[in-house]
C-alpha cells in the first residue's frame, strides 16, 4: 500500500488544480494496473469531498474523523 499526501495552496484553489491532479493520479494508477484506488479526508474539508464526489468517488467507510472514498 502507497500513501501520498496533497493540498493546494490557499490562493490557487478554485482553479481546477486538484481536480487535474486526482485525474493524472488515477490515470497513472490505472497504467500501472491498478484496480481500486481509495483516499480518504477529513470530514471538515468540503471542498475536497465536493471534488471526490463530482470525480465519482463513492464514500464507503469512516477512518477515525476520516470519510473514505474509493474508485474503481
Known amino acids: 500500500m502507497l500513501g501520498l499526501g496533497m493540498a493546494v495552496r490557499n490562493g490557487f484553489r478554485n482553479l481546477g488544480i486538484g481536480t487535474e491532479i486526482m485525474k493524472t493520479l488515477v490515470r497513472q494508477a490505472q497504467g500501472m494496473g491498478l484496480k ?36 474503481r
Open 36 to 71: 481500486v484506488l481509495t483516499l480518504s479526508t477529513f470530514v471538515t474539508n468540503e471542498r475536497a469531498i465536493h471534488v471526490y464526489e463530482k470525480k465519482s468517488w463513492v464514500f464507503t467507510d469512516w477512518k477515525y474523523s476520516e470519510k473514505v472514498f474509493q474508485k
